[in-house]
């Protein structure tokens, strides 16, 4: 079997060690997953009961064009339906993006580290992936900017970041966009917007309305707690959706999914209680870390990494240890992160559970 040459240079996305797998290795009754920035919390009792109501109908394909969730979406960001495309996650945007603007010979522009997705789908098609060092933990604008050329098609721009958890202010995205040709396609991941505390979280929209050359994409994996059905969005020129249309599977998004994220939609005023929730649980690990002695990076999302380079093993062995205690988290190193471990927020039981194991193992 001779594969296409692409593939050599691709390492396969590694997730989080399943709970089950995990209580199953080490013989415990109970595992504590904070590897994957997943809310700790199920979906909404009124998105499990519409997620029921539609068992009966699965003998029929779902709406391929996901009308009614691209209509409650266009709605709710002032749009049109024509500018929403609805994806089996994220992650499945950003590899139509790839499809419809990178070939052999052009590049995409992202920081390093950053979300794995992000070279995966460039070299995937044959693209040069360029890479721009953080600067303090969070993307750098004007280096990016400078690495902008005539083969760059694509600039992928998470916020908050990924692994970090460092936030932008939207001026300076505004000021770096406006910077852009016109043929170079700015992706503005903000899987972890519903998250952030600053006042300027929204403003990517304005962005995308007042741009022609902007994505944003959001997901419902995050704080709406549909991890396990895989609905994420992107507000996008007309263009480009109908680009993606003409790569995009059939019924590529399921009719859970797609009933699950319309009703979660809906109740967009019970988000606060949980973001909430998350920044107490961001707090209490803030002050656990300093009650340790353990430097963090302070984030505006629902994980953050921390430097793990001082504990009584060293610090690629530390997901392993804390592993066998009960706790899942991130390992650093294959996030271009060593000597950190990146962690969810979890409940206070949860959180307190880490910081304990985490305290075990100091010298």
């Not at 199953?24 to 920035?37: H, I, P, Q």
């Not at 539609?54 to 409650?72: G, H, I, Q, T, V």
């Not at 009933?259 to 209490?284: F, I, P």
């Amino acid at each position: 079997m001779k594969f296409v040459s692409q593939l050599e240079n691709i390492t396969p996305y590694v997730a989080g060690a399943p709970i089950e797998v995990v209580a199953k290795r080490y013989g415990l009754e109970r595992v504590v997953k904070l590897a994957s920035n997943e809310s700790p919390l199920p979906p909404f009792p009124e998105v499990l009961d519409v997620i029921t109501e539609k068992f009966s109908d699965l003998n029929r394909y779902p709406d391929s064009e996901c009308r009614e969730l691209r209509a409650a979406l266009a709605e709710r960001f002032s749009v049109t339906p024509e500018e929403i495309i609805v994806g089996n996650g994220s992650c499945e945007l950003l590899v139509w993006l790839s499809l419809i603007l990178l070939e052999p010979g052009t590049e995409a522009v992202f920081s390093d580290p950053t979300f794995l997705v992000y070279e995966e789908v460039t070299l995937g098609r044959g693209a040069t992936p360029v890479k721009v060092p953080l600067k303090k933990f969070a993307n750098d604008l004007d280096a990016m900017a400078a690495a902008v050329n005539e083969k760059t098609r694509i600039i992928f721009l998470t916020n908050p970041h990924n692994p970090t958890g460092a936030y932008l202010p939207a001026a300076d995205i505004a000021r770096f966009a406006g910077g852009l040709p016109d043929d170079c396609l700015l992706v503005l991941d903000e899987a972890y917007n519903e998250y952030v505390e600053e006042p300027d979280s929204q403003a990517g929209i304005e962005l995308f309305r007042q741009m022609d050359n902007v994505v944003l994409t959001r997901t419902f994996s995050k704080i709406y707690s549909l991890c396990g059905l895989r609905v994420g969005y992107g507000l996008c020129p007309r263009p480009v959706r109908e680009a993606i249309d003409k790569v995009r599977q059939p019924f590529n998004v399921n009719l859970l999914a797609q009933a699950a994220a319309l009703k979660a939609l809906s109740l967009e005023n019970r988000l606060a209680e949980r973001r909430a929730q998350t920044h107490e649980g961001r707090r209490q690990l803030y002050e656990g870390f300093e009650r340790l002695g353990m430097k963090y990076v302070k984030t505006q999302s629902n994980f953050m990494l921390v430097d793990v380079s001082g504990l009584s093993v060293a610090a690629d062995d530390v997901p392993e240890e804390l592993m066998r205690r009960g706790v899942i988290v991130r390992p650093g190193r294959p996030l271009a992160c060593p000597g950190y471990i990146r962690v969810s927020v979890g409940t206070p039981e949860e959180n307190e559970l880490f910081l304990k194991m985490l305290g075990d193992l100091q010298r």
